[in-house]
Structure formats: C-alpha cells, structure tokens
C-alpha cells in the first residue's frame, strides 16, 4: 500500500520521531561532504497552484542531493489548471513520476489526488495543513533545545494551516501548546476536536498573547493575512491589534526562549524587526531545515 504524507494525524509519535533523525542525520552528512543519493534516478514531481520561494527551492535541490529530479508544474502551464478531473491527473502522474508534491489551497484536492495515486503524495501546503513546515520548526528545536519535551509552546496570531498543524503535532507528541487566536480567527474546530479527543499533551486557545507567550520556551507566528486572503487584509490588521510578537511580548516567556517564524514575515504586523533579527530568532535554521526534512519524508516514502 502506498504511503502518502497529508497530514501528521497519519503518522505515531515513533514514525514522526524517525523522520526528525533522519532529517538531523542527513543534515549531518550534507555539512560533512558525505554523498547521499538516496533517490538515485528517481523523479517528484511538483505541482503549484500557489506561489512559493522555500517550498520550491528545498523540494527541488532536496531532489537533486538525493540523486534524483524534481519537475515543476504549475496551475498556469498543466492541464490541471484547465480543469482535467484531480483523479485523472493523478494516474498519469503516477505513470511517470515516482512521487508528487502538491502545493495548493483545498485539503481536497491533496486527499483525493493520494487517493487516485499509485506512488507517494507530500502535502506541500493547503489551507488547512503545512506538515513539513512543522517538523523542520521542531527540528529546529530540537537544535536549539535538545528536544521538545517539557516545553511550553505558544502560537501568537491567526489560526491558520499553520496553527492547525501545530495542534496535531502537541497531541501526537505530548507537550504543551498555547495558541492565541483573537476572536473568529480561531483554529479548525475539527482539528482541535481531534486533538483534544487524544489526551495528550496540553492544548490551550486564548484570545490574549500575553497568557500564550508567558512563560513559553518556543514562540511561533505567521502572517495575519496568508495567500488568498489578501482582500482581507485591513480588515485583519484591525482584529489583530496587539498581536506582533515584539521584544514587550517577548519579555514575558522563558528567558531562554527561541522565535520561529515560517516566513515571508511581514516586520512591524505579527514580528517585530528588532525580534526577527534578535538573538532569540533561530528563523533561518527553521527555513533551511525545510530541506533536511522533506529529503527525509522523500527518501522514507520513495
């Protein structure tokens, strides 16, 4: 049976586990000039209804350090952007290519595209999900920490893929996780269901940073306005007032906390420049482990 990568629900504790040192080992083994091609001769291909700088970049040379090739296919220059039925294009893609990364807006299209697909399917980014970006923060972390156990993690913003994400990742893995929300831009409420249904880890939703933040060991924060939700944009500064990570929100959590932030950030709405580019930021390990971690979700699943 083909194993795909949607959503982290799908994965134990163990299995996700594996994927981080895997990812810290081939991180490693990159540094120190050791050959890795893992994917020798193999091809992913890459789909983008939505645009990308990171996700692209890392699939594709993670593809190339790996011994294999990554094709980029856009919406604009496929027939999936004329309307070719999700299914159809997912068994000829099949045909090809031996893996498939889709970047897109509905969670859907992912599920259904794996369902008709006879080799792996990555969830690249949907509205509702952003698993790799997860597991390269918590690989981050896990860098930065020694682990992820007994910390205290706080979202600060909207409740988007990302903080959805986030919730998954506190059930499966059993620490604590503190999201501030304001109100009517909380997290799916059938992700938090979920969640909470597990019984584990701590799961909190506030609409004050002030109670997320204290304390915190790991501060994380996105856009107010993610892609899509553009004409939203005003709108969303004002229900987000008080909700920028700066250096008064950071006075109040660990002292020895770290920033994430999975970028593009925009400086002076949910980030401070002063916090973006302090000491406590650990930014650019987070975007550079987007291509340690997807090399080690390629090279399990292909």
């Given at each position: 049976m083909t194993r795909h990568f949607l959503r982290l629900r799908d994965y134990t504790k163990q299995e996700l586990d594996g994927l981080l040192m895997l990812a810290a080992e081939l991180k490693q083994k990159q540094q120190n000039g050791i050959?890795?091609?893992l994917l020798?001769?193999?091809?992913?291909?890459m789909i983008f209804e939505k645009a990308s700088t990171r996700t692209r970049i890392s699939f594709e040379v993670g593809m190339f350090q790996l011994g294999g090739?990554?094709?980029?296919?856009?919406?604009?220059?496929?027939?999936m952007g004329r309307g070719e039925p999700i299914k159809d294009s997912a068994r000829v893609m099949s045909r090809y290519c031996d893996g498939v990364m889709i970047r897109t807006f509905g969670q859907e299209i992912v599920d259904e595209f794996a369902r008709y697909s006879s080799v792996p399917v990555i969830n690249g980014l949907t509205d509702l999900y952003h698993p790799c970006q997860i597991l390269s923060d918590?690989?981050?972390?896990?860098e930065h920490k020694g682990g992820y156990q007994g910390l205290r993690f706080a979202w600060?913003?909207?409740?988007?893929?990302m903080a959805n994400t986030w919730i998954e990742a506190a059930a499966i893995l059993?620490?604590?996780l503190a999201l501030a929300c304001p109100q009517g831009y909380q997290p799916d409420q059938e992700v938090l269901q979920w969640a909470q249904a597990q019984g584990t880890g701590s799961i909190t939703i506030t609409e004050d940073p002030h109670e997320a933040v204290r304390g915190a060991h790991v501060i994380n924060t996105d856009v107010w306005a993610s892609m899509g939700q553009e004409a939203e944009q005003k709108q969303r500064e004002l229900a987000f007032q008080g909700y920028c990570v700066d250096d008064r929100l950071m006075a109040l959590a660990h002292p020895e906390s770290v920033?994430?932030?999975?970028?593009?950030?925009?400086?002076?709405?949910?980030?401070?420049d002063?916090?973006?580019e302090g000491p406590r930021s650990v930014v650019w390990d987070e975007a550079e482990n987007r291509l340690h971690i997807q090399k080690a979700i390629m090279a399990t699943l292909m």
């Open positions: 050959e890795h091609q020798k001769g193999k091809t992913l291909a090739h990554g094709l980029f296919i856009s919406s604009a220059n496929s027939q918590l690989q981050t972390v896990i600060v913003g909207d409740g988007n893929n059993g620490f604590d920033v994430l932030h999975c970028l593009p950030a925009h400086r002076g709405e949910e980030i401070s002063s916090v973006i």
